[in-house]
């Protein structure tokens, strides 16, 4: 990678982040995102991006580990903290439990969602029709319980919307979210628009790309780290780490 654009090498801080600024000092970078925005996304989804361009110029995607990704999301926005040796179950979860890959409830069972095949996609997903829109934040950024309410209605709706073009395996947790917000709108970057465009950038990759179902084995440790979407979805985050269930077929 000698002759990326050293300034780009300079900051990057993972095999993606460097293998992003050969991609563009090549030639490549048309239709990737900024190199901040880019590092504002999950590993996962940075090699999804990456993935096409990368092909085309004959370079390889490096490996993904449930480690680095913790590494690159480090933050103190997370799961609920545990209180003395117990954790405490979000509301909504009680009586539930979390077995491996799966969690049953009362009157429910979740399995933990993986990407799907493109074959197995609803009809017209992929197209102009299905959009991500998250109005744009009118508030102030140092309010931190206006930030933390606009940021969980539009989580609510970005999950569901990843689950719709399987890519259950490649969500960011709502710290990289929340990141990822104030990172762009620090920069002058409006949050909402930036999510839509790369959520269509997604949607063009999943027509000729193909995905592992899962990158790790790893799997949460307790329903501390989980809360409902909606009646359908279960997340849970331990800050480095997504895990999305769907509530299944009954």
């Known amino acids: 990678m000698a002759g990326a654009d050293e300034a780009c090498l300079a900051s990057a801080q993972t095999d993606l982040e460097r293998l992003y600024c050969e991609v563009v000092e090549r030639g490549g970078g048309t239709g990737l995102p900024s190199a901040m925005d880019f590092k504002r996304n999950d ?63 009362p009157k429910a069972a979740y399995e933990l969602a993986g990407n799907r095949t493109l074959a197995s996609l609803d009809d017209g997903v992929l197209g102009p029709g299905n959009r991500l829109v998250i109005v744009p934040f009118d508030g102030e950024r140092n309010d931190d319980e206006a930030v933390r309410s606009y940021l969980s209605a539009a989580y609510d709706r970005y999950i569901p ?19 990822a917000f104030h ?48 009646r359908d979805v279960i997340v849970c985050d331990n800050v480095g780490t997504n895990w999305v269930f769907v509530r299944a077929n009954e």
Request: proline fraction near 5%; include cysteine.
């Open 183 to 230: 990172t762009l709108e620090s920069g002058g970057v409006d949050f909402s628009d930036r999510m839509g465009q790369t959520y269509e950038l997604l949607k063009q990759d999943r027509k000729t790309l193909g995905l592992k179902a899962r990158y790790h084995d790893e799997l949460p440790e307790n329903l501390s780290l989980c809360a409902t979407i909606d």
């Open 43 to 105: 590993p996962n989804v940075q090699a999804l991006l990456l993935r096409r361009p990368a092909k085309r110029l004959g370079l390889a995607l490096p490996e993904i580990s449930a480690t680095s990704e913790a590494e690159t999301t480090r933050s103190s926005v997370g799961p609920a903290k545990e209180s003395g040796t117990e954790p405490s179950i979000r509301q909504g979860l009680a009586g539930c439990q979390l077995r491996s890959d799966f969690i049953q409830c």
């Open 161 to 179: 919307k990843m689950l719709a073009i399987g890519l259950g395996a490649n969500t960011m947790s709502f710290t990289a979210f929340h990141n």
